[in-house]
């Protein structure tokens, strides 16, 4: 009897043993490589991200992981990114946009903020992407340029996308939204189409362009 309820013992802790799951593969597409590690991208609303990579394509920014898109949205916020009422839905690519374009744009952009400044004006370039309440209670992430003098700040100049539509992007100079518009690049992920680089290129040059003109307009208006 007493080796019957060894075996049977023995049994019961087999089948209880509980099996390893598979790690699925990394989501960096052509890569086979088991996605060991989490992104660590947790919004304001306490949704995480939960796409996994490997350590290759996991992307570290101070202790922490991230997929490439929330890496780039807690890189252009900064030190901000440390207080969750800052950061957007998981979902949400707006704050990385208006970095992208101050960096990309950088030099005709702020060319046009230069050319509108009024004498003794100085120009102060912002590092990184502020979250701002707008109309109705929902946040706009912003940056740009903010010009002034000894006495203090006297305009600025901002790029912004709504917390409603993050392909919509806003110039404000000052207090008042100058002009709106979806960079040619974004149109073109959402309609899932592709270019040569030599288009993709001219469209970009056009849509700083218009950025730039609206910007001298606007700050010629200052008197």
Not at 46 to 58: E, I, K, Q, S
Not at 191 to 207: C, G, I, L, M, T
Request: net charge positive.
């Amino acid at each position: 009897m007493a080796v019957a309820n060894l075996a049977l013992v023995s049994l019961v802790d087999v089948r209880a043993a509980p099996r390893a799951t598979p790690v699925a593969a990394c989501r960096t597409r052509g890569c086979t490589v088991p996605g060991s590690l989490e992104c660590a991208y947790v919004d304001s609303r306490g949704h995480a991200c939960g796409t996994r990579w490997c350590p290759r394509h996991l992307q570290r920014i101070g202790a922490a992981g991230y997929c490439r898109r929330h890496a780039s949205t807690v890189a252009a916020l900064g030190g901000k990114a440390d207080d969750p009422r800052a950061l957007p839905a998981v979902d949400y690519r707006g704050a990385s946009l208006v970095s992208w374009i101050c960096a990309e744009g950088h030099a005709p952009l702020q060319e046009a903020v230069l050319a509108g400044l009024r004498p003794g004006e100085v120009v102060f370039q912002e590092r990184s992407v502020n979250v701002a309440r707008v109309a109705g209670g929902q946040r706009r992430w912003k940056q740009g340029w903010r010009i002034g003098t000894q006495a203090g700040i006297t305009g600025k100049v901002l790029i912004g996308v709504d917390e409603s539509d993050d392909s919509l992007v806003f110039l404000q100079v000052d207090e008042r939204v100058v002009a709106t518009g979806v960079p040619p690049w974004v149109t073109r992920r959402l309609a899932n189409q592709r270019v040569s680089p030599e288009v993709d290129q001219a469209d970009r040059a056009k849509f700083y362009g218009f950025l730039v003109d609206h910007i001298r307009v606007a700050l010629a208006a200052r008197g």
